[in-house]
């Protein structure tokens, strides 16, 4: 199992739009299907829990400043005090900084934490870092502001990456690259294995609306202060101030009011509001800082890109085919889905489903007849502008050549393909196979029945519906999830084959319709072992 990655985001000075930053930013990568945790260890002014008042399952009984206690207590590990933050079904909670009553101040300042790290509370909260990482895809850490005790913890002990957000003002400037380095420095000295830092400028608050000259010399001050933190993550080719302007979040005096959550009301947004920018910041964090250039090169494509790679799904393929070769299409379509593939055939003409294909599929085939038709490109351009391209990514595109299609007459993305043919009269059996392959990382002919296994229980909770017939059926199918879920922990992977089956069958639609609505708790469940699941896949594949 991969381990998830720890990022702090850090401010030297207040009112710059950290939390807010933060807390979008966590609900992008939860309900892109990313583990997501955030934590507010800004101790003496803590406000992120209020962010998230309108998605949070229950008030924080505890946090932060609880788990020194518990350390002081003599507990071996932390308690779970974590509460669930509702958004959409996916795995998003919140580590207060503690209990919100007339106690908390007082309790929160008997912390001595020099103290505490002469009595080893540092490999207390190792034991912490290691539960987080294990339990979650990203942790993300709201510090206090300045140079302190609190700081060092959030910047230097726990981190993987550093998330710095500042404004355009000499005093946010004045110090920023340098405590970077002096935050590297600490790491140095410390008894764990930490990598430098890969550190994210965010230039949060900028308004351009009304003095736009100022602030586009403002932005460029900006890049030429920021520059060094690009350098050991930014592609070489792309300058710092085209980087800058992407994670640069724009002043919107609306936002300014209260604790919101922009990426709720502005979804999707577009280009000028602030959930535009903090799409970028977020798929930046989601794609591990890495393919820069393609940022540079497409903005949106990279976002898709992050937004994508751990979507759901309707369907494994979509087919689409010119009615010239509608027969031996339905006849891939057949063979593919016996391998146990999630596939339909587009309708390529109908407008409505051309908007739907980007999110229908996560794989596009194009069945290609003497040339493409109009409609044909029409749909594969909507493909590609939500993928990151024909070579890269998680999104594919494939081309089947029906007979006499000469594929030197290709547009130049289908030429660089590799081209799979289909034989006139003969039945497409080994065309599915060659694309089972390909989607699957299986040699043609070869079946993996663990990784057949894993698949089709990806493939059952996927279809798990939100509303059902009847409280009995309901019953059977969270009793299915769990049996699944042990299956999973025990390795047995014949008990998940069969479980898998009955999943399939009660979450069919029945006529009756569905009188009762699943839980969010029985949600979250399948989402939580459909991401395990999909892990396993992932790490079997590679």
């Known amino acids: 199992m991969t381990a998830g990655t720890v990022i702090t985001f850090y401010s030297y000075k207040g009112g710059v739009g950290r939390s807010f930053t933060l807390a979008n930013v966590a609900v992008l990568l939860a309900r892109w299907g990313h583990r997501v945790l955030t934590i507010d260890w800004d101790l003496e002014a803590p406000g992120l829990h209020h962010y998230f008042k309108s998605v949070m399952s229950a008030e924080p009984e505890g946090g932060v400043i609880d788990l020194a206690h518990d350390f002081l207590a003599g507990a071996a590990v932390p308690r779970p005090?974590?509460?669930?933050l509702d958004v959409q079904g996916n795995t998003l909670a919140?580590?207060?900084?503690?209990?919100?009553?007339?106690?908390y101040m007082e309790r929160m300042q008997r912390i001595d934490w020099a103290d505490l790290y002469e009595r080893g509370f540092a490999a207390f909260l190792e034991r912490c870092r290691e539960q987080w990482i294990e339990d979650y895809d990203f942790v993300l850490i709201d510090s206090r502001t300045g140079i302190s005790d609190i700081a060092g913890?959030?910047?230097?002990?726990?981190?993987?990456?550093?998330?710095?957000?500042?404004?355009?003002?000499?005093?946010?400037?004045?110090?920023?690259?340098?405590?970077?380095?002096?935050?590297?420095?600490?790491r140095d000295r410390l008894p764990y294995d930490r990598p430098r830092h890969l550190v994210l400028p965010v230039l949060s608050r900028l308004d351009s609306g009304v003095e736009y000259e100022r602030a586009d010399k403002w932005q460029r001050r900006c890049a030429e202060v920021v520059a060094p933190l690009f350098g050991n993550w930014l592609v070489k080719k792309v300058p710092a101030d085209l980087a800058l302007r992407h994670l640069t979040v724009p002043y919107v005096s609306y936002w300014s009011f209260g604790e919101q959550l922009s990426v709720l009301e502005e979804d999707p947004p577009s280009a000028g509001q602030v959930s535009f920018a903090l799409e970028t910041v977020a798929a930046v964090v989601a794609q591990q800082f890495d393919r820069t250039d393609l940022l540079a090169d497409n903005r949106d494509a990279y976002v898709a890109a992050a937004r994508d790679r751990r979507q759901d799904f309707d369907l494994d393929l979509l087919v689409s085919?010119?009615?010239?070769?509608?027969?031996?299409?339905?006849?891939?379509?057949?063979?593919l889905?016996?391998?146990?593939v999630r596939v339909e055939r587009s309708s390529s003409g109908d407008l409505e489903l051309l908007?739907?294909?980007?999110?229908?599929?996560?794989?596009?085939?194009?069945?290609?007849?003497g040339g493409l038709s109009r409609w044909q490109v029409i749909e594969v351009e909507r493909f590609l502008r939500h993928t990151i391209g024909p070579d890269g990514g998680q999104r594919r595109l494939f081309c089947v050549l029906a007979d006499g299609t000469d594929p030197e007459g290709l547009p130049g993305f289908l030429r660089n393909l590799r081209h799979l043919g289909l034989?006139?009269?003969?039945?497409?059996?080994?065309?599915?196979?060659?694309?089972?392959?390909?989607?699957?990382?299986?040699?043609?002919?070869?079946?993996?029945?663990?990784?057949?296994?894993?698949?089709?229980?990806?493939?059952?909770?996927?279809?798990?519906?939100?509303?059902?017939?009847?409280?009995?059926?309901?019953?059977?199918?969270e009793q299915t999830v769990r049996g699944m879920s042990a299956a999973l922990d025990n390795g047995d992977l014949a008990v998940l084959r069969d479980l898998s089956v009955d999943l399939e069958v009660l979450s069919k639609h029945h006529a009756d319709g569905g009188g009762f609505t699943a839980p969010v708790g029985l949600l979250a469940d399948v989402q939580t072992l459909l991401a395990r699941i999909d892990r396993r896949i992932d790490a079997s594949t590679n």
């Open 81 to 84: 005090h974590a509460v669930r």
């Open 94 to 103: 919140l580590l207060a900084a503690g209990r919100d009553d007339e106690s």
């Open 153 to 186: 913890i959030c910047t230097a002990h726990l981190p993987d990456q550093l998330a710095v957000v500042f404004t355009a003002n000499e005093q946010n400037l004045k110090d920023v690259v340098n405590i970077v380095r002096r935050v590297d420095e600490a």
């Open 321 to 335: 085919s010119p009615r010239s070769v509608l027969r031996v299409a339905d006849q891939l379509i057949e063979e």
């Open 337 to 340: 889905r016996a391998l146990g």
């Open 355 to 369: 908007d739907r294909t980007s999110g229908l599929a996560e794989h596009l085939c194009l069945v290609v007849d």
């Open 423 to 477: 034989e006139p009269g003969i039945r497409p059996t080994r065309v599915a196979r060659e694309l089972h392959a390909q989607l699957t990382g299986t040699p043609a002919g070869a079946v993996d029945p663990d990784r057949q296994a894993l698949r089709n229980a990806a493939s059952a909770l996927r279809a798990v519906p939100d509303r059902v017939p009847s409280a009995g059926r309901l019953s059977l199918v």
